[in-house]
């Protein structure tokens, strides 16, 4: 059973569009150097950035934690490397998934610190 968590808790994101901006011209750039390939990993990096700067609010408004990913490099490329695969035995059909897997895979790795 799980237990009951107060209400009134808020998550707040200060990740500015500028930082955005920056990360993807960054993986662009990675992706043409490594022809493509980088696009794999890309999608991880894109969606842990914002997670990493996101705080947990409590209900009188006072920071209760921070949230981060505990997601390491070597692990992204396993599972980047079986959805390279995935995605040539599907014809490309399997990218349609890929986004949830890493999305649900990087939610697995969140805590709160």
Known sequence: MIP????????????????GIGTVILWLLISIVTLGLGLFVMPYYLLKAPINRTTLIGPSGEVVGRLHVDVDLASIIGHAIIWVLLTIVTLGLALIVYQFAVLKRLLNGVTIQ
């Open 4 to 19: 009951a968590i107060p209400t009134g808790h808020r998550l707040s994101c200060d990740f500015s569009v500028s930082e």
